[in-house]
């Protein structure tokens, strides 16, 4: 019995003291050592970076929204731009016709006068004196009614026309009246009587035409 106890010790001591035991044992240890500590490591870089990676989302989601509300406003500061620049070259564009059309505007009020003396000096020519036996104040008066009829031609080639406005209805915007009185015959509201003709440059009323203007008796 003493014998075999002997022997059940010294074989538990050989393999206690193996080499393979001894070395295997360290690399185990030091392989739950790893997994533990590579275990409890990605767990912490997890929990840390996860907040980061949030943050730096909700930064770049900011400033995106910010970059795209500055485009939209740059846009439409843009638009408007754009929008300012084209009704200003439309308005230029109006003034520089209209000063081409109404450059003479001027000028051709100082031709009415002359118009309106030769329209005149035809009237007052009496038309029974105008006989062969006067050929000289014939002659002056054909000459007369040709050179008005001439400037009237050159008045309508540039834009000039005559408004004789008699019988017409009464406007304002091209009309004077100069007086009002009951015309027996005559429409309240009408014109009666041309006292002075008028003239429109381009469809723009240069002179209004002198009238008098029918009125209820």
């Given amino acids: ?47 840390a970076h996860k907040p980061d990676l949030n943050a730096t989302e ?10 795209e509300e500055q485009l939209k406003d740059v846009t439409d500061k843009y638009k408007r ?25 001027g000028f051709c009020k100082d031709l009415l006068e002359v118009a309106d003396i030769l329209e005149k000096a035809t009237e007052s020519v009496p038309k029974e004196e105008l006989t062969a036996a006067n050929p000289h ?11 008005e009829v001439q400037i009237q ?16 209805k009464f406007d304002p915007y091209e009309h004077e009246a100069v007086f009002h009185a009951p015309v027996e015959g005559k429409v309240p509201g009408t014109i009666a009587i041309v006292t002075k003709v008028g003239y429109k440059l381009h469809g723009r009323t240069l002179r209004p035409a002198l009238v008098g203007v029918v009125k209820a008796p």
């Avoid at 050989?14 to 035991?21: G, R």
């Avoid at 392989?31 to 997890?46: F, I, L, V, W, Y």
Wanted: glycine content about 6%; hydrophobic content about 35%.
């Fill in 137 to 147: 104040l014939k002659n002056l008066y054909d000459g007369l009614v040709m050179t």
């Fill in 153 to 168: 031609k050159v008045f309508n080639k540039h834009g000039l026309v005559k408004l004789n406005p008699d019988g017409q």
């Fill in 58 to 67: 909700k930064a770049l989601t900011e400033e995106k929204a910010q970059l």
């Fill in 1 to 47: 019995m003493a014998n075999w106890c002997v022997r059940a010790v010294r074989q538990s001591y050989y393999v206690l003291a193996s080499p393979t035991l001894v070395r295997a044992t360290p690399r185990l240890l030091c392989t739950a050592a790893q997994q533990k500590s590579s275990g409890t490591g990605s767990e912490e870089d997890n929990g």
């Fill in 81 to 105: 731009a754009l929008a300012d620049t084209e009704n200003i070259r439309q308005r230029s564009k109006k003034m520089v016709e209209d000063s081409k059309l109404f450059g003479i505007q």
